[in-house]
């Protein structure tokens, strides 16, 4: 009975998690995800059974990564995938939710809430500082699709999100163990307090310029982007030119484009350069549009052109997409223009660390090129959202086989549309800049230091302690 019990608690998880995490998107389903593993944990089952309870539903959770990206990464990239992308995270999840269990054993109810929230928040820490893919993988990106739980991260970044998170999935499945109300109290009163914090952020948000930004992007284009002959990359040009001057003519004064739209050798350079330079002077308006940059090396870019007909300069992706872009030389150097308009590809917005170090110059808006795999596209804006509140700065986004869209500093989407194969897709909106400071871009990952220190603390305690409990199921 022990082992159906365990494996009814890791399905629930499981399938709650693979709802809300990663690639699931119902975001309510991320608060109730770790109860059913917590219980069976806070219940006194035996600690094999709790672990790979855990363990299997973290795993379950993960596996719409794999569902999502099966028909575009080859078998070399997915066999690398599971084990950093899954398994691992998987695992840390699990010896959170063990440590939560030592301690309810042997120091208290209350401290073993504490526990597994501080533990959550510093292996999701340690993962994004560790891992090739950042932060990508943290459960706070859940909550993107409620912009008032997600205000915390102005403060402390994105790991107080996974601390509510699991601080409240803890109380509940502490309460529902010992029957007992207080610890679902106290967990209710810690998410009242976030979202009424959320709540008076955002209403209070100051009114700041705003940007009339036109995006586009064609799928049907894609095809092209790999053809490294002139004909091919200059009518991918044109196509985006023609985008532009439409996008213009309604007023836009910066374009975004997405990354990697057209190979660009030296032999053609000059002409596509002349083609978007035209765009962005006629037009009044500042271009950012991704090429795939070809020469001493090969370099994943970010060209920019200027309404004042001033010569483009060029922004070069840092964080690359292992794997896929290995052919590529990482660029060093962030970019930011002087309206304090920064500029980021794709998955550079996976890294807070460095958002936050391009934060000292208080950018109010970000441009960012992109390019996602479809299944992911609503996952792959929420990090580059979540960016923007920690940072103060708002986001606009045009990817290839994804998402086009315009979100401000406080997380809120304000208009978006999917791009698609059958034809160029645009998007027009008016976009608030943000402050461009929050404390979180002065004080940085302190809270998840602070959480670290939690976790060793209350884990120190309960081992000196001597066991309170037995195993009871």
């Known amino acids: ?7 009814g608690c890791a399905l629930l998880s499981g399938a709650a998690f693979y709802s809300s995490t990663g690639l699931g998107s119902f975001w309510p389903l991320a608060w109730l995800a770790p109860i059913p593993v917590l219980w069976l944990a806070f219940k006194e089952a035996r600690g094999w059974t709790v672990f790979f309870a855990a363990l299997a539903a973290a795993v379950l959770g ?42 309810a054993q042997r120091v208290s109810p209350p401290a073993a809430i504490a526990a597994f929230a501080a533990l959550w928040t510093a292996f999701d820490y340690l993962l994004s500082s560790l891992g090739p893919n950042g932060a990508a993988l943290s459960p706070a990106y859940s909550q993107v699709g409620m912009p008032y739980l997600i ?71 894609i095809a092209k982007r790999f053809q490294a002959d002139e004909t091919s990359a200059l009518a991918v040009v044109e196509a985006y030119a023609g985008a532009g001057r439409e996008l213009t003519a309604n007023g836009a004064n910066l374009l975004v484009v997405p990354e990697r739209v057209a190979v660009l050798e030296p032999a053609w350079r000059g002409e596509a350069m002349a083609n978007l330079e035209t765009v962005a002077h006629i037009g009044h308006a500042t271009l950012v549009i991704g090429f795939d940059e070809r020469g001493a090396e090969r370099r994943n870019g970010a060209v920019i052109f200027f309404a004042n007909g001033a010569p483009p300069q060029t922004y070069f992706k840092r964080h690359l997409v292992p794997g896929l872009e290995r052919a590529f030389v990482p660029g060093t150097a962030s970019f930011m223009l002087a309206d304090r308009t920064g500029i980021a590809i794709c998955k550079d917005m996976d890294f807070p660390a460095m958002l936050r170090r391009d934060a000292v110059l208080e950018p109010t808006l970000y441009a960012v090129p992109a390019w996602d795999f479809g299944k992911d596209r609503w996952w792959h804006a929420r990090l580059a959202i979540m960016r923007g509140v920690e940072n103060g700065f708002s986001v606009a986004r045009a990817a290839n086989d994804g998402l086009l869209t315009l979100s401000d500093a406080y997380g809120r989407v304000l208009a978006e549309k999917p791009s698609r194969p059958g034809g160029m897709v645009t998007l027009l909106g008016v976009l608030p800049r943000g402050p461009g400071h929050t404390l979180y871009a002065r004080v940085g990952d302190a809270f998840a230091w602070v959480a670290a220190a939690l976790a060793v603390l209350l884990l120190g305690v309960a081992l000196a302690a001597p066991k309170r409990t037995q195993s009871t199921i």
């Open 151 to 221: 205000q915390g991260a102005s403060i402390f970044g994105v790991w107080v999100v996974s601390f509510v998170l699991g601080f409240f999935a803890a109380g509940i499945a502490m309460a529902v163990a010992t029957r007992r109300a207080a610890p679902a109290v106290l967990a209710a009163a810690l998410l009242l307090a976030d979202g009424a914090y959320g709540l008076w952020r955002i209403s209070t948000a100051p009114a700041t310029a705003s940007v009339l930004v036109g995006l586009a992007a064609d799928d049907a284009l």
């Open 62 to 103: 993960g596996l719409n990564l794999l569902v999502g990206y099966a028909a575009d990464f080859p078998p070399p990239v997915l066999a690398v995938l599971a084990p950093a992308a899954i398994l691992l995270p998987a695992l840390l999840f699990a010896l959170a939710v063990m440590g939560a269990r030592l301690v």
């Open 1 to 7: 009975m022990t082992y159906l019990i365990a494996l």
